[in-house]
């Protein structure tokens, strides 16, 4: 995935798994929270609770990655990921909520990704997804489409696979001892939603991480092509 990334200058910006299982009363013991706790301290050395929710929420600053732990699921949500480190670190959660919640079953894992791809400017994002995706004109249906959202599922191979195409323009500033600059970065945001239902132990868990990543590859390789046209 890295090589046609760099190739068609398009970059991974968020990536999150979720494996959901049937509810676990010993989420309700602080002291097992606790262990989960110390057993990612290393990955995520800082915790808290989630006061609506009531998710144990492990973090690590350092990467932009938490994980959100509750009775029934647990996702994993890294910003600008290295997809094998990663992969490990979701699998390193995975396993110790396995063992202190006492799950024997998982009966779903999802994997999603999104990814940017920069255009020049707003306009030119909204036409590049306007003239590949959308037959229709401006004057059909107003004065102007401006943030159109493309929305599809498909499939690959046993993968549902959802698909939203949207665009995105974010404004940063950079303070400095010469001065203060302002960037806007526009972008066709490509968010691919891979995942699979059923009966699956642990051991379903890497394969399944593996497998998701090319279905989601094949399936941004596909997207890509359409929007060069």
Do not use: W
């Amino acid at each position: 995935m890295e090589g046609f990334l760099r190739e068609k200058g398009i970059f991974l910006e968020k990536a999150l798994v979720e494996a959901r299982y049937d509810r676990s009363f010993l989420f309700d013991d602080i002291v097992t929270l606790n262990k989960i706790a110390k057993g990612l301290k290393r990955e995520f050395p800082q915790f808290q609770r989630d006061e609506n929710s009531g998710a144990l929420i492990v973090i690590n600053p350092n990467i932009q990655a938490f994980s959100a732990i509750q009775s029934d699921r647990t996702s994993i949500d890294c910003d600008n990921p290295q997809f094998g480190n990663f992969k490990n670190k979701a699998k390193t959660v995975i396993d110790q909520v396995r063992i202190h919640l006492d799950i024997e079953e998982f009966s779903r894992f999802g994997l999603r990704f999104f990814f940017g791809k920069p255009y020049a400017n707003h306009e030119s994002a909204v036409e590049a997804l306007k003239s590949n995706f959308l037959k229709i004109e401006d004057e059909s249906v107003g004065d102007k489409i401006d943030n159109p959202v493309i929305q599809f599922v498909t499939s690959h191979n046993d993968f549902t696979v959802n698909i939203t195409l949207r665009t995105e323009t974010n404004a940063s500033v950079h303070v400095s001892p010469t001065g203060t600059s302002h960037n806007q970065k526009s972008l066709l945001v490509i968010d691919i939603d891979v995942f699979k239902e059923g009966v699956f132990t642990v051991d379903n868990f890497n394969g399944f991480i593996t497998s998701a990543m090319d279905a989601a590859t094949q399936k941004l390789m596909t997207v890509e092509e359409m929007i060069e046209g």
